[in-house]
């Protein structure tokens, strides 16, 4: 048992190093990943992820085939030609501005989904995304696109399973990466859910939330490595599960993880 004069010093000890774990002691309410301040941590942690920077408002115009069978992968969440998530982002921006610079790739657009294609696309496409990008439009349709895909219905599944905002972005960020559903060579989030549920109950079952997350990463762990594609799997470990360890179900800053052997930390609710 620690002495009274011996816990002042290592509370002081802890102040100063700036080390202290989340404080519980705050009356404030719990908030969402809809909160604003929480969606912009989220959109930075994925940002981390799929485009090795902190600064997601910047990739709009972001545009590669990275090599994943999967074609093109572009803007603010990794969107890919052969995913179909990218046509439906072009088709959303052909709808907000007809005759726009990508509405004529929307033939080719659909002949390569569910494939890596380059088909009539190349140079000349992926030169037009990035100048759409400047359009406001444009990233509207994007925007659209990410919170009706993925992040709305994963928070929404996260709430009904009553996981707090890390859990929400513990099922945002699977929803980005895995999709919803399987696909050849690839594990869903509904799958990846479904095999989490084998070795724990959800809070909203009387579960322990940490004991779920963990269940649920474990899940995550093994659908990665499933994938040629991606192996690495520090999305994970030294992301997500930092968190979960260090108890911060309200992704309470400052954070700091590793992706892909990069370091990245939030200090506050940044903008």
């Known amino acids: ?44 942690l994925v940002s981390s992820a799929e485009n090795s920077t902190l600064d997601w408002k910047d990739q709009y115009s972001y545009i590669e085939d990275i090599g994943d069978g999967r074609g093109y992968t572009a803007g603010i969440i990794g969107f890919c030609s ?15 501005r007809p005759g726009n610079p990508l509405e004529r790739f929307l033939p080719a657009l659909r002949e390569v989904d569910g494939t890596d294609s380059h088909a009539g696309l190349g140079t000349p496409f992926t030169r037009a995304w990035a100048t759409a990008a400047k359009d406001g439009r444009f990233r509207a349709a994007q925007d659209a696109e990410l919170d009706e895909t993925y992040f709305d219905p994963a928070v929404a599944r996260a709430k009904d399973d009553g996981l707090s905002a890390l859990g929400q972005f513990v099922y945002y960020d699977a929803y980005v990466m895995h999709g919803a559903g399987d696909t050849e060579g690839t594990v869903g989030f509904r799958t990846i859910r479904r095999q989490a549920l084998e070795s724990a109950d959800t809070p909203a079952d009387g579960g322990d939330e940490e004991e779920f997350l963990d269940a649920f990463l474990d899940a995550r762990v093994a659908a990665i490595r499933k994938e040629p594609s991606h192996t690495d799997t520090s999305r994970v470990e030294t992301e997500q599960r930092v968190f979960v360890r260090e108890g911060r179900l309200q992704l309470e800053t400052p954070l700091r993880w590793k992706v892909y052997g990069e370091s990245y930390r939030i200090d506050g609710d940044e903008r």
């Open 1 to 44: 048992m620690i002495r009274p004069a011996c816990a002042v010093l290592a509370l002081t000890a802890v102040l100063l190093s700036g080390c202290s774990g989340p404080d519980r002691t705050s009356d404030a309410p719990e908030k969402g990943l809809d909160d604003p301040a929480k969606k912009r941590i989220a959109m930075q």
């Open 82 to 96: 052969g995913t179909s998530d990218l046509l439906s982002v072009v088709e959303r921006y052909a709808e907000a």
